[in-house]
C-alpha cells in the first residue's frame, strides 16, 4: 500500500518547525540562506515551533490549547499553507477553508457583492455556484441592505460576519477556525455554532483554536497542546485541557 496516498481531508506533519524573527531590520544574508542546518544562529531568532509531529484522519475534530504566543494560530497558517515551515513537512490532502485572521482577505474598495464573488471563486467555487449560494451567503451575514456598500464601510461586526458566512459554504474537507467565536454578539455566535456542527456532521475535519472551554469540548474529540514550541499533549479534548487547567492553575 501506497503510504503517500491519503484521503481528503488527512492531515499529516512531520518534525514541523518555523523559525521568526524578532527584530526585522535582522535580514539574512547570502551565507544564512545557503548555510542550510547548520548556519549560525542570530540572537534575535526564535521558533515559535519546533520538532512538531502528529496526523489526523479525515472527519477529526481538533482543538488546539495553549496560551497565547504558543504557536496555535502559526500551526493553522502552516496547515492553510499560507505560510512555510523553515523545518520539516506539512502535507494537506485536500483544500482548506481557513476561518483565521477572518477579515484579512477581503478588498476593502470592492463593494460586499463583489468580495463574495471574489473570494468564494478563488476558493474554487464556480460563477454558477456562488450565484446559487449567493442570497443565502448574505442572508447568515444578515447583510441584504448592505450588498453594494463597499466593505470598507461595514462595522467590524458586519466583515466578520461575512467572512464566517462566506468561509462556511466553502465545500473544502478541512475547516481551519482561530477564535473567530469570540467576536460577535449572542445571536450570530449562536448561528456559527450551528453551522460548524452542522459541517462536523457532514464528515469535514476541524482544527479549532480557542481559549473557551466549553468550545473545545462541545466541538472537539481530541487535543493538542502546545507550550513552549512544543507539542506536549496529543490526547482525547478532555485530558489535553484537564492537562493545561492543571499545567497554568486554571479553574475548571
Request: contains cysteine; aromatic residues 8%; glycine residues 10%.
Amino acid at each position: 500500500m501506497d503510504a503517500e496516498v491519503r484521503p481528503e481531508g488527512a492531515i499529516s506533519v512531520r518534525d514541523l518547525g518555523i523559525r521568526f524573527t524578532r527584530n526585522r531590520a535582522a535580514r539574512r544574508n547570502f551565507k544564512d540562506l545557503f548555510g542550510g542546518r547548520t548556519r549560525r544562529r542570530r540572537p534575535d531568532e526564535f521558533w515559535p515551533l519546533r520538532n512538531v509531529s502528529f496526523d489526523v484522519a479525515p472527519g477529526e475534530a481538533i482543538g488546539v490549547v495553549g496560551r497565547n504566543g504558543q504557536g496555535k494560530s502559526t500551526l493553522l497558517k502552516l496547515v492553510a499553507q499560507v505560510m512555510l515551515p523553515d523545518e520539516g513537512v506539512v502535507s494537506v490532502q485536500g483544500g482548506v477553508a481557513p476561518l483565521i485572521e477572518i477579515t484579512g482577505g477581503f478588498v476593502n474598495d470592492l463593494t460586499v457583492r463583489d468580495n463574495v464573488n471574489l473570494t468564494a471563486g478563488l476558493h474554487g467555487m464556480t460563477t454558477r455556484e456562488i450565484a446559487e449560494r449567493f442570497d443565502e451567503i448574505i442572508g447568515f451575514a444578515e447583510l441584504e441592505k448592505f450588498v453594494d456598500t463597499p466593505y470598507k464601510h461595514l462595522s467590524s461586526g458586519m466583515k466578520v460576519r461575512l467572512a464566517f458566512a462566506v468561509i462556511s459554504r466553502l465545500e473544502e474537507p478541512i475547516i481551519l477556525v482561530d477564535e473567530v467565536l469570540a467576536v460577535g454578539d449572542a445571536p450570530f455566535k449562536a448561528k456559527c455554532y450551528t453551522r460548524i456542527e452542522e459541517l462536523l456532521a457532514g464528515g469535514r475535519t476541524l482544527f479549532f483554536v480557542s481559549h473557551s472551554e466549553k468550545d473545545l469540548l462541545r466541538f472537539c474529540t481530541r487535543g493538542l497542546y502546545l507550550d513552549k514550541g512544543r507539542l506536549v499533549l496529543d490526547a482525547p479534548i478532555r485530558e489535553v485541557v484537564a492537562r493545561y487547567n492543571a499545567d497554568y492553575g486554571v479553574k475548571g
